[in-house]
């Protein structure tokens, strides 16, 4: 059974820095990994999408790897902003295409 | 990008009621869809995957005649919490894939907070 683990669990840094959020699967047959923001009380906003065959993908000043093998992938924000305070999401999908596993998500803090 | 419309936003019902919460793709047909739940401070879910047509797969747990899905046409699937519970207060969202674009990203409707009072 696929398990996604998602470290730090919180986060807080001052404005500007640069910081990596970390994801961990235990199953290394996906098809592929997503980053999602989940601002308080609302939905899920899709950051970035990897296929199984590529290594990474960037979207302004996100950049995320993955390294299916070693059942890993991270997410590198760029001089932080206050509004990219939200929690961080990051979920794998399985080979047949369907469902989504879920990590527990990273709480991210920029404090102006 | 592909949109996903969950209906409503936000509903409070009393307990021992039912409430209806609605998914729809609109512009394109959904051929499966995915309704996840989420716990205050935990992750999403997964409780059921609808596909058009025929009925549900429930993950384990998730009581079947209690979250009632329909899946009737290519654009809409609706989840019902039957005889409504405090302990169903939740965050519900689903998502749904475009057949015609293959196993790609999932689109996600932007969730239903529920409470029961």
């Known amino acids: 059974k696929q398990e996604v683990t998602q470290i730090p669990a919180a986060l807080s840094v001052p404005e500007g820095e640069n910081l990596v959020l970390n994801c961990s699967f235990t199953?290394?047959?996906?098809?592929?990994l997503q980053w999602f923001r989940q601002d308080p009380g609302k939905g899920l906003t899709s950051l970035l999408l990897i296929q199984s065959s590529q290594r990474e993908q960037t979207s302004g000043r996100l950049n995320a790897s993955l390294d299916k093998s070693s059942g890993r992938s991270t997410l590198y924000i760029a001089a932080s902003q206050p509004g990219d305070s939200a929690t961080y999401l990051c979920?794998?999908?399985?080979?047949?295409?369907?469902?989504?596993?879920f990590g527990p998500g990273t709480r991210l803090s920029v404090l102006p | 990008g592909a949109v996903v419309s969950q209906h409503p936003s936000r509903v409070i019902c009393k307990s021992g009621t039912s409430v209806k919460i609605e998914c729809r793709s609109l512009d394109f047909q959904a051929t499966t869809m995915f309704w996840y739940r989420q716990f205050p401070k935990q992750s999403l879910m997964l409780m059921a995957t609808s596909n058009e047509g025929s009925k549900a797969t429930y993950e384990q747990g998730v009581e079947k005649d209690k979250f009632l899905i329909n899946h009737a046409s290519l654009t809409l699937s609706t989840l019902t919490v039957t005889s409504a519970h405090p302990e169903d207060s939740s965050f519900y969202i689903c998502s749904a894939r475009d057949g015609d674009r293959g196993l790609s990203e999932a689109f996600f409707g932007q969730g239903t907070r529920l409470t029961v009072v």
């Open positions: 979920a794998v999908q399985d080979n047949y295409g369907q469902n989504f596993v």
């Open positions: 199953d290394s047959a996906i098809y592929n």
